[in-house]
């Protein structure tokens, strides 16, 4: 993922992962309560972190193989074939709107499940990263993006010891 830096953004910091550990940077960013965006770039992937006063509130993940869609199958919370019926409809509208609020307002799926797995995905992602040892980050102080997302609003440190447990748990 590339950064689109505009003016009112500003590089805090940057640096290797091989140097400071994903847990380390994470700490850091928790403990000086800051907001803003860090960017990790890895070699087969990239994330993206949105983080307020030290609380993480949203990730993204560049190739990430668990979409919402095939978790919400996954997690028997909608069929395949609501899912294709939501994804064409969401390919025919423009501006695109959210996969999930069209499952939502077709009566496939409760918000408060949509909300559930898309905690759950941002959780994934952080734990995912964790894992990672080598790569770049950059720190841009930032406002959260704008609009009517659903945002996790978890404490750092706490999510960093449910991912040492859940890496602790794959090995």
Not at 1 to 9: L, P
Not at 75 to 82: D, L
Not at 145 to 164: A, K, S, T, V
Request: net charge negative; charged share 25%; proline share 3%.
């Amino acid at each position: 993922m590339k950064a689109n830096f505009t003016k009112n953004e500003t590089v805090a910091f940057q640096g290797d992962l091989s140097v400071i550990t994903i847990e380390n940077l994470m700490q850091l960013v928790s403990h000086a309560a800051l907001s803003g965006e860090l960017q990790l770039t890895a070699t087969a992937n990239s994330a993206v972190f949105f983080v307020h006063k030290g609380t993480l509130v949203y990730s993204y993940l560049e190739n990430n193989p668990m979409k919402i869609g095939k978790r919400l199958i996954q997690e028997g919370y909608i069929s395949s074939e609501h899912l294709d019926e939501c994804l064409a409809l969401y390919q025919r509208k423009s501006p695109r709107p959210k996969i999930g609020k069209i499952l939502v307002e077709k009566g496939y799926l409760q918000q408060k499940d949509l909300e559930e797995a898309i905690k759950e995905q941002i959780k994934d992602i952080f734990f995912e990263v964790l894992s990672w040892k080598e790569g770049s980050f950059t720190f841009s102080v930032k406002e959260i993006p704008p609009g009517e997302g659903i945002f996790l609003e978890e404490r750092i440190d706490h999510l960093i010891l449910q991912g040492i447990i859940h890496l602790d748990e794959l090995a």
